[in-house]
T-cell receptor, first 112, second 114 residues
Framework: QKEVEQNSGPLSVPEGAIASLNCTYS??????FFWYRQYSGKSPELIMS????GDKEDGRFTAQLNKASQYVSLLIRDSQPSDSATYLC????????????FGRGTSLIVHP | ETGVTQTPRHLVMGMTNKKSLKCEQH?????MYWYKQSAKKPLELMFV???????ENNSVPSRFSPECPNSSHLFLHLHTLQPEDSALYLC?????????????FGPGTRLTVL
């Protein structure tokens, strides 16, 4: 069974700190990786997609992909209270399918 | 604004009612999706349409009936629902293909079944 695993949290960090969110996946053939942010009662909002090994940076956000170890992470620098949300990891398992599998999400709390 | 709209945003219905949820995407994508998200549960994929053909149906009860008349519009017809069907229903669209398969979500319809 193809799975995407995330620690449900909550992960609590102080304002200004680096928040590190992790995601592991089971299918070695996975090709596309996504991080979404979801505020309570709202729909998921894409933060970043990543397709190649290594780091990808966008503002305060950095996605890191390691296909050999089958994990993808999201770093949030200078965390703000407005970053408090649930972060969903999604992985496209490949094999001709472009339907991603979502993890259960990690709840992040940034406290002042 | 993600380019995916959903109506209505909120819906309260009785178990004997029939209603429909509507989704429209303005992104030129060729795939559309319905998801269900219950409180404190992960996203559940319900249906996928690719080029207006249903390609995925994840054992969803027949009281949910999807319709995709064209690549920009997707409907979810509801009838004789149960209280446990109360949830946030999300529509998404994507362009199928390598490195273009990002899903963009609509704002969702908050459904309450009495």
């Amino acid at each position: 069974q193809k799975e995407v695993e995330q620690n449900s949290g909550p992960l609590s960090v102080p304002e200004g700190a680096i928040a590190s969110l992790n995601c592991t996946y089971s299918d070695r053939g996975s090709q596309s990786f996504f991080w979404y942010r979801q505020y309570s009662g709202k729909s998921p909002e894409l933060i970043m997609s990543i397709y190649s090994n290594g780091d990808k940076e966008d503002g305060r956000f950095t996605a890191q992909l390691n296909k050999a170890s089958q994990y993808v992470s999201l770093l949030i620098r200078d965390s703000q209270p407005s970053d408090s949300a649930t972060y969903l990891c999604a992985v496209n398992m490949g094999g001709g399918s472009y339907i991603p599998t979502f993890g259960r999400g990690t709840s992040l709390i940034v406290h002042p | 604004e993600t380019g995916v709209t959903q109506t209505p945003r909120h819906l309260v219905m009785g178990m004997t009612n029939k209603k429909s949820l509507k989704c429209e995407q303005h992104l030129g994508h060729n795939a559309m999706y319905w998801y269900k998200q219950s409180a404190k549960k992960p996203l559940e994929l319900m249906f996928v349409y690719s080029l207006e053909e249903r390609v995925e149906n994840n054992s969803v009860p027949s009281r949910f009936s999807p319709e995709c008349p064209n690549s920009s519009h997707l409907f979810l017809h509801l009838h004789t629902l149960q209280p446990e069907d109360s949830a946030l229903y999300l529509c998404a669209s994507s362009q199928l293909g390598p490195a273009t398969d990002t899903q963009y979500f609509g704002p969702g319809t908050r459904l309450t079944v009495l």
